[in-house]
């Protein structure tokens, strides 16, 4: 939550809304990653707090699951979250009408990037922007995360993921 307001910011619902339209069934992940883990942290509370609400005032029967990772590798992250969150196993992700939002590190890596259904970047300076997530948040104002629209033509291929240079 912002320190200023008391309820979720106009840019994380709108971030949900854009989520929850398409992608409105189903078992649903949704990975925030970025180079501040405290800021990324705080943007999937606040994401995960919406769409719950969302669920709850629609009428969707949307459930929401919320997990900090930190650093993971790719093998634990499958075999002890997204596999047993996609079977159902997951303990409080038994409906298969759930949301499964995680904040870590490295959630956007090639390797796993296209386990997600969406996924947040949020910016917390001057580094670049992955130009593999769905969404671009700037949380280099905490009280006032914007949605960021980056040119990712201006992204070295150096640092770009393989497919974008």
């Known amino acids: 939550m912002s320190p200023i307001q008391t309820g979720p910011l106009p840019t994380i619902e709108w971030i949900a809304a854009e989520f929850l339209h398409n992608a409105r069934r189903g078992r649903r992940l949704v990975?925030?990653?970025g180079g501040d883990p405290v800021a990324s942290a705080r943007v999937a509370d606040e994401l995960a707090e919406v769409i719950a609400a969302r669920g709850e005032r629609d009428e969707?029967?949307?459930?929401v699951v919320?997990?900090?990772l930190?650093?993971?590798?790719?093998?634990?992250l499958r075999t002890e979250l997204v596999e047993p969150f996609r079977a159902g196993e997951l303990p409080g992700a038994e409906d298969p009408d759930t949301v499964l939002v995680v904040d870590g590190q490295h959630l956007l890596d090639d390797a796993v990037r296209g386990v997600w259904h969406f996924s947040v970047w949020t910016l917390a300076g001057d580094e670049?922007?992955?130009s593999g997530a769905s969404v671009i948040v700037d949380v280099t104002d905490p009280a006032m995360p914007t949605r960021s629209y980056y040119d990712?033509?201006?992204?070295?291929?150096?640092?770009?993921?393989p497919g974008l240079h």
């Open 70 to 76: 930190g650093g993971v590798d790719e093998a634990t």
């Open 60 to 63: 969707t029967g949307t459930s």
């Open 66 to 68: 919320r997990r900090s």
């Open 128 to 130: 670049l922007p992955h």
């Open 31 to 33: 990975a925030v990653d």
């Open 152 to 161: 990712f033509c201006a992204i070295p291929p150096s640092v770009n993921r």
